[in-house]
């Protein structure tokens, strides 16, 4: 295996006349994007930064991230991406930790934050950077095992932790993640979440093929389609919940994914029925993956022509990972029993930055413990049951919110669900549910009482139902169950 550079390079001499990047404004063919990676890698080294120094980037969706991977993959820096949606004070958190040697973003992000390390602003000052550099430039020896970057978790338990991944790990991820979506030479990547976690991954598959990466920094579902059409995007990382909003859009037009080949869907759950939802509105064009930061995107995979007939399955294990479902002394269970999903190989990262503790509690042995919950069947097909520390006690017996949240889900006026157990005098802890109507049909508590009645045992059924007009999302997409148990406690007291 080779190096995130390496690979960069040889494509750019492959492809020197070939767009490689773009956005609405600007685009760059391999020759410049490559020389203007150069320019940024001499200035990096003409300002005294070292291998293994973190480089820290804050700043929305533009295509200088892309630039820059190829700068600090070719310098032996290390990236430390950070959320721009989270706090200024969460932001700090990251740069302290990481112990930035340089901050690199839009002023009117970097300027929320204290100054204890040198700014590099966007546009004028980067610009002017790699005017002053160019025709310059500098390759640090690389090994495959050297970090690359440090990607911090939401920290929805606590403070984020920075997971350690190196040039082995993202290539790992790159080359899993090109096969699930069948990409090849004639491809566009076109990029909407954010290009700081998961989209981030997919940016390295262009890499492997030379292919041209399109930069959106916004999504709004009816716009979306239409550049999708006019840049010819054949290939797409989107969240479940952004595939939620676009097919239930009401101006929802399949025939404006004509020139997609794949969706990857990843980064939280999808209910069977949105799936089947998404499916059947805009044709067999999806993808899934289950990872995590730990282990990016393809600790299972999905491919298009098998998602449809299975719709509650994350797919089989990827193929630069080993994976086990454990009971909680470690012992590998039978198929078909629920125990602990642990991970082991190329995948998976090195740890977590500065945090011995917190290592050692995830990787034992090499294994990743991933907290998810999760069986498998005799054909080798895995299924994600619920995170480990969100399973509800109800007298004694394990009830696991996605199973009630994908009954829930069933009701064709709901637009998305949030299940948590909350504690009580007699049985531990009580189911309660939370659901967001889509508008098209009406929904009542009542109703969704009477759904769960057809469809679940009587004591995994939700003791109170609440109607609301939406649920808290992380900067990533993921519900924060930690906040819907707080307003809970708020509205009961």
């Keep these: 295996m080779e190096t995130l550079g390496q690979l960069a390079v040889r494509s750019a001499h492959a492809y020197p006349n070939k767009i490689a990047v773009k956005d609405d404004k600007r685009s760059f063919t391999y020759k410049e994007f490559l020389a203007r990676a150069n320019a940024l890698a001499a200035f990096f080294h003409a300002s005294g930064f070292r291998k293994g120094d973190r480089i820290g980037i804050l700043m929305s969706n533009r295509l200088e991230h892309i630039e820059l991977d190829v700068a600090v993959a070719l310098t032996g820096l290390v990236k430390v991406p950070l959320n721009y949606r989270l706090h200024p004070k969460e932001h700090k958190y990251m740069i302290d930790d990481s112990q930035l040697s340089l901050l690199i973003g839009e002023k009117n992000l970097l300027d929320t934050v204290d100054k204890t390390v040198p700014f590099l602003y966007m546009n004028r000052d980067f610009e002017e950077t790699i005017s002053q550099f160019t025709g310059q430039s500098f390759v640090e020896k690389v090994d495959e095992d050297d970090l690359f970057a440090i990607m911090y978790t939401s920290g929805t338990t606590g403070n984020p932790k920075g997971v350690m991944l190196s040039h082995r790990n993202i290539i790992a991820g790159a080359l899993s993640l090109s096969q699930v979506c069948e990409v090849d030479y004639n491809d566009i990547i076109g990029h909407v979440a954010p290009l700081t976690h998961g989209a981030n991954f997919l940016s390295h598959v262009a890499w492997l093929f030379g292919l041209t990466q399109v930069v959106y920094n916004k999504f709004e579902p009816e716009e979306f389609l239409d550049v999708l059409v006019e840049d010819n995007i054949s290939v797409l990382f989107l969240v479940p919940t952004m595939v939620n909003l676009m097919i239930q859009h ?99 990262m090195q740890g977590y930055w500065n945090n011995e503790k917190a290592t050692n509690e995830t990787l034992k042995d090499g294994w990743l413990h991933t907290g998810d919950l999760g069986k498998r069947d005799e054909f080798g097909y895995v299924y994600i049951v619920d995170r480990k520390k969100d399973v509800i006690i109800s007298g004694g017996v394990n009830i696991y919110p996605r199973e009630v949240e994908e009954v829930l889900n069933l009701h064709k006026g709901v637009k998305e669900t949030c299940v948590i157990g909350i504690p009580d005098d007699k049985w531990g802890e009580s189911v309660i549910a939370f659901v967001v109507p889509n508008g098209r049909e009406e929904v009542t508590v009542d109703q969704l009482i009477v759904l769960c009645k057809e469809n679940l045992a009587s004591f995994k059924k939700p003791k109170e139902v609440f109607i609301v007009d939406e649920l808290p999302k992380s900067s990533y997409g993921k519900i924060l169950k930690r906040e819907m148990k707080t307003q809970h406690e708020e509205v009961s007291k």
Excluded: W
């Design 250 to 348: 009401p101006k929802f037009d399949a025939s404006k994914l004509a020139t997609v080949k794949s969706i990857n869907m990843a980064g939280s759950p999808i209910a069977a029925s949105k799936l089947q939802e998404a499916l059947d509105k805009a044709g067999n064009i999806f993808v899934e993956t289950y990872g995590q930061v730990e282990a990016p995107m393809c600790i299972t995979m999905m491919p298009r022509n098998e998602i449809h007939e299975h719709l509650d399955s994350c797919g089989r294990i990827g193929v630069f990972v080993d994976v086990k479902i454990v009971d909680d002394e470690g012992n590998e269970v039978p198929y078909g029993e629920v125990g602990e999903i642990i991970a082991k190989g190329s995948l998976v």
